[in-house]
C-alpha cells in the first residue's frame, strides 16, 4: 500500500469522524497525519515503525495504524465507521461545497440520507434558511449534485424532454431525406429513462460518422441498430427501418414486452406487415386506437375490444393548484405571488397547504402564524375574487399516526393533506400503522404522496397499496398524486385499483415556487398510462366542484 492511499484513508476517516460527531481533536490528527503521508518523499511501506512514529504529525498511535494498513491492506477502524454510514452519505463527500459539518447537519438533522433527497431538498428551498447554509450555498450544492447525478446514466423523464426534443430536431435538419420518430419508454412516458429509442430511414453509416466526428462512442448492435453514447451516458439505440415498414417498427419498440405478446397473440400480428399510419394498425385488426402511454398492461387490449376506453385526462383539465407552499413555510415565493401568478394561468383556486408545526426544518406554522395567515388569505380573496385561496396545512403524520394539531385548530382549514416526511426508516408494519390510523382521522381530506419515494434516489417505504386504498374508500380519503417528477406518488399502477373503488386522485404540483405549477404536467402523463379521467381527479373539479366537495368534508368531520 503506497503512501497516497494510506493518506486518502486517514483523510476519510477524519471526515466520517466529524460526520458522526467525535472527539474533533481525534479528528484533526487523522487529517494532519494525512497532510503530512501524502508529502513524505520515502514509501512508509520501507519505514520501521520506531523511525516513523517520530514523524511530526504521525506519532506512535497512527503509526500503528500505518502498520495496520500495510500489513492487511485495510484499516479496521475506518472499516467500522463506513459500515455505520448511509452510502449516500459517502457519496456527499465527493459533492463540491459539502464539507463533513454540513453533511452532519444535513443527515443527523434533516434526515436526508442520499444526494437526491439532498438535491429534493434544494428544490423545496429548505436549505436556504436552515443554520450553516444559506441561498447560494444551496444553489452551489443544487449545481453540483445536478452535475454528479447527470453521469449516472438514468434520468427522470422531465429532464430528458428538452434533450430528446434537440436530438430530433438536429437530426432532421442535418439529414432531411431521413425520418427520426423517438420510441420506446420516453414514448411510453416513464417515470425514468435509461436509453433512448428513435427509429429511422437514416443508414447507419451516415449516422455513425455524423457522432464521431462530434466525440460520441458507437457501436453498431445489429444489422438494424446503432448504440450512440455521449457525456450523459445514456444509450441512444437508432433502429433502422424502411419507409414502407416505418410505423409497424415504431409499434414493434413503443409497447411493453407482455402488451406485444398478447398483441401477437390476438391478432396474429407479423413484424411484416406495413401501415400507412400507428391508428391503421389498429383498424386493420378492427381494434379501438390505443394510445402509446397506455401500451404497458396486456390487458388493455381486451377493454379496448370491450369498448371500455374513456377519454384520458389532458393537462388543461386541471383546473386548480392543490398542494402548493410559499415563504410562510419553505416556499420561495409569498403567498400573494403565488395566488397572482395561479390566476394569471387560468386557474380557478389555489390550495395553500404549507408545513405543519413538526416540519421545523421547513419553518413549519406554529398555532399563531396559521392564525396570521388565515387574516392573510381572507385579505387577498377579496382582492382577487371570484379567484379562491383555500386554507390548508401539509400536515406531518406523526410516529404514532396523529396530525401535528389538535381537533380545534384543525377545524380551522378547509382541507388537511397528510403526509408522512420524519422517521422514514419503517416497517410495513410501522408505515401502515401511521398511514391508516392518519387516514382515518376525520379530518384528514388527502393523503399526499405515499410511500416517500424519491425516484432514482429514495425507495418508499414499505406499504400495502390495497390496504391504504381500501382504508381510503371507507374513510373519503383522496390519494394524493404528487406531480413533482422526482416523485410521482402515488405509482400509476396502482391508479386504477383506487378509482374502481371510487376514490379520487389528486394530481398535485407540491409547488414551492411559481415554477412548480408547471409539474402538474408530469403528473397528467402518468396518471393517462393509468387511464385516470378528468372525472377521477379532484384537481380537475371547477370552483363550484371543489366547494361541494369541501362541504362533503366537513361534514366527515361531525
Known sequence: MDNYTIADNFSLLSKLMDIHGENSFKAKSFAAAAFTIEKLPTPLSQMPIEKMSTIRGIGIAIAKNVVEQIQTGSLSILNEYIQNTPEGILTMLGIKGIGPKKIAIIWKELEIETIGELLYACEENRLANYKGFGEKSQQNIKEAISFYLGSQGSYLYQEMENVVAQIQENLQIQFPDFRFSVAGDFALQCEIISKIDFITTAPQTILKDFFAIQGFQTEVISDSTLEVIGSMKLPINFIKTT????????????????????????TNWTSTENH???????????????????????????????????????????????????????????????????????????????????????????????????????????????????????????????????????????????????????????????????????????????????????????????????????????????????????????????????????????????????????????????????????????????????????????
Open 243 to 266: 419507409d414502407e415498414n416505418f410505423y409497424n417498427c415504431h409499434f414493434n419498440h413503443s409497447c411493453s414486452e407482455s402488451f406485444l405478446e398478447a398483441w401477437k397473440k390476438q
Open 276 to 558: 400507412a399510419s400507428d391508428a391503421a394498425i389498429f383498424e386493420s385488426k378492427h381494434i379501438p386506437f390505443i394510445p402509446i402511454y397506455q401500451r404497458e398492461d396486456a390487458s388493455i387490449i381486451h377493454r379496448a375490444i370491450a369498448k371500455k376506453l374513456k377519454s384520458v385526462i389532458q393537462l388543461e383539465d386541471i383546473k386548480g393548484i392543490i398542494h402548493s407552499h410559499s415563504n410562510w413555510s419553505d416556499g420561495a415565493e409569498s403567498l400573494e405571488t403565488m395566488a397572482n401568478a395561479a390566476k394569471e394561468n387560468g386557474y380557478e383556486y389555489l390550495v395553500i397547504s404549507d408545513h405543519s408545526q413538526s416540519a421545523f426544518y421547513a419553518n413549519g406554522l406554529r398555532e399563531e402564524r396559521i392564525v396570521a395567515q388565515h387574516h392573510q388569505i381572507d385579505e387577498l380573496n377579496k382582492k382577487l375574487y371570484p379567484f379562491r385561496i383555500f386554507k390548508s396545512i401539509e400536515s406531518d403524520i406523526l410516529n404514532d399516526g396523529n396530525l401535528d394539531y389538535d381537533d380545534d385548530l384543525l377545524e380551522s382549514f378547509d382541507l388537511v393533506i397528510a403526509s408522512i416526511h420524519s422517521n422514514l426508516k419503517m416497517t410495513e408494519e410501522k408505515a401502515m400503522m401511521r398511514l391508516i390510523n392518519a387516514i382515518e382521522n376525520p379530518f384528514t381530506s388527502i393523503l399526499g404522496h405515499m410511500t416517500g419515494r424519491l425516484l432514482l434516489s429514495r425507495n418508499g417505504y414499505p406499504v400495502d397499496h390495497q390496504k391504504i386504498i381500501d382504508a381510503c374508500a371507507a374513510n373519503n380519503v383522496v390519494i394524493e398524486l404528487n406531480a413533482h417528477p422526482r416523485r410521482l406518488d402515488i405509482d400509476w399502477r396502482w391508479i386504477q385499483e383506487a378509482t374502481n373503488q371510487g376514490v379520487l386522485i389528486s394530481i398535485d404540483p407540491d409547488a414551492h415556487a411559481i415554477e412548480g405549477f408547471h409539474d402538474c404536467k408530469y403528473g397528467v402523463l402518468v396518471a393517462q398510462k393509468a387511464g385516470l379521467t378528468k372525472y377521477q381527479n379532484l384537481s380537475s373539479y371547477s370552483l363550484a366542484e371543489f366547494e361541494e366537495f369541501l362541504g362533503e368534508q366537513h361534514q366527515k368531520r361531525s
